[in-house]
């Protein structure tokens, strides 16, 4: 059996993992810092008796955790990666895939799922695949192949999230910006499809090559083949100069096909071949030309109901849903709708009146609260309109009047708030956990006011133990003092 490495410059989180790892039936070893592992992988090696899975920390004395990973995954015979973080960002996040990670863990974790973890890759290790991380006998530290570089990368600001559903898509992008595989991103009008695309391109190998974009649902049909292929002087009426398609110009790096699911499907066809081969023939044109591209596409449909339909190739859907990434809507993202206000408020408070803002407590219940049909986009508008109308430096409850449903009942308190959930659509998870979640945050934020910030006794105040409390504050996007 493979050993546990755990390294964390917090003895007390060794200590949970340690005994985590006892209950998984794994042997453990413990490091400090990034040197300390790597004197322990030297000693102990990754062969069949050696480290087999490494629980990572990001922040650690001297090197960061990322910087060691990017060691670790870049040698043969490397051991599985988890990185753990309390910086749960995209950022992070996607470098850590990026860098070979087996998975990211945000702290506070769930220790089942670590230990599910210990099980899968320690106690009982699948084979992993060739070029994977694992695939060899060779230790980190030993003399072979150099460690892999990675650039760094600007990523997208927008892109904003700590839920476990938006850390899934962090992973994936990560994962998938490693590879050439064609990307197909999925989730209603609304959910930072676009974003995610750029997301993808900005961390792979074509970062530096253009990042060109295509609504298909915004050209119109007969123009379509012109847009993506191009044309040649004299091909149609109005062409009167040569002019490269959308493939062409996108050469060397990645083409974005949003709303790919409004192509027409007698147009499918000639998007299927080109994908395929490789090059584009120009309307008018009488010789192929060769295209290195890598392709993403999104949609806000059913694909696969629209192949069922017959509206949609199926051979064109499984060519492009190589690699599906699916978005969550707003709804599904708990935490994130406050975290997402403040980044908008901080964000277009600037652009718009040249100073700082901040977001009232009294109208965090009324955002909570609101189903949020139009997704970030439609947050973003609200937190624009109300900055534009606003006269103080902090958005209340009255300042999203005329912009949320529920704000017309703010001046009623809670049961105004009550009373708006009731009147208004039913919110995905019910109108019952859309009021728990309306007061959670306020109440929780009114514990750690009385307690000056105090966790232990804001948990008392409570009635819950403090790493309940950490765990909720995390998922409702609240800081600690």
């Not at 900055?387 to 009942?409: E, F, Q, Y």
Request: hydrophobic fraction near 40%; charge should be neutral; charged fraction near 30%.
């Amino acid at each position: 059996m493979r050993k546990v490495l755990i390294v964390d410059d917090e003895s007390s989180i060794r200590f949970v993992l340690a005994r985590t790892c006892e209950r998984a039936g794994a042997s453990w070893e413990e490091a400090g810092s990034a040197e300390e592992a790597r004197e322990k992988l030297r000693a102990l090696g990754t062969g069949r008796e050696g480290v087999g899975l490494v629980l990572l920390d990001v922040r650690l004395p001297g090197d960061d955790g990322l910087k060691l990973l990017g060691e670790i995954s870049g040698r043969a015979g490397s051991p599985f990666v988890v990185v753990m973080t309390a910086e749960d960002t995209m950022r992070t996040a996607v470098e850590a895939m990026k860098r070979g990670a087996a998975d990211y863990l945000g702290k506070p974790f769930d220790l089942a799922r670590v230990e599910r973890l210990v099980r899968d890759l320690a106690v009982a290790p699948r084979e992993p695949a060739e070029g994977e991380p694992g695939g060899g006998q060779e230790a980190p530290g030993d003399a072979g192949a150099e460690p892999r570089r990675y650039r760094e990368v600007a990523l997208p600001e927008t892109l904003v999230g700590r839920s476990t559903a938006m850390v899934e898509v962090y992973k994936e992008v990560g994962r998938v910006a490693r590879t050439e595989m064609t990307v197909l991103l999925q989730g209603e009008s609304g959910t930072g499809k676009e974003l995610v695309a750029r997301a993808v391109h900005a961390n792979s190998t074509r970062a530096k090559g253009p990042f060109i974009t295509v609504n298909m649902a915004a050209i119109p049909r007969d123009l379509i083949e012109s847009e993506l292929y191009g044309h040649e002087k004299g091909s149609f009426t109005g062409a009167v100069e040569r002019r490269p398609g959308k493939f062409e110009l996108a050469s060397g790096g990645t083409l974005f096909l949003d709303e790919i699911g409004e192509m027409p499907i007698e147009l499918q066809a000639k998007l299927l071949r080109v994908l395929q081969e490789r090059e584009v023939d120009r309307v008018g044109g009488n010789r192929p030309l060769p295209v290195d591209v890598r392709i993403v596409a999104a949609t806000n449909a059913d694909l696969a109901r629209t192949v069922e339909e017959g509206r949609f190739r199926r051979d064109l859907y499984y060519r492009l849903a190589v690699v599906p990434i699916r978005l969550p809507p707003l709804r599904e993202r708990e935490g994130d709708v406050l975290l997402l206000a403040r980044h908008f408020i901080a964000r277009y408070g600037e652009q718009l009146k040249g100073r700082a803002f901040t977001l009232g407590k009294d109208a965090e219940p009324l955002l909570l609260a609101h189903p949020w049909p139009g997704n970030v986009r439609e947050l973003q508008n609200v937190i624009q309109r109300a900055l534009l109308k606003l006269n103080g430096t902090r958005i209340s409850a009255n300042d999203l009047v005329g912009l949320l449903p529920a704000a017309a009942h703010a001046e009623r308190g809670l049961h105004g708030l009550v009373e708006a959930l009731l009147d208004a659509p039913p919110p995905e998870h019910g109108r019952y956990q859309a009021g728990l979640a309306a007061v959670e945050s306020p109440l929780i934020a009114a514990a750690l006011n009385r307690t000056k910030g105090n966790q232990l006794r804001a948990a008392e105040l409570l009635g819950m133990n403090r790493n309940t409390l950490r765990e909720r504050m995390r998922a409702l996007g609240m800081k600690a003092r």
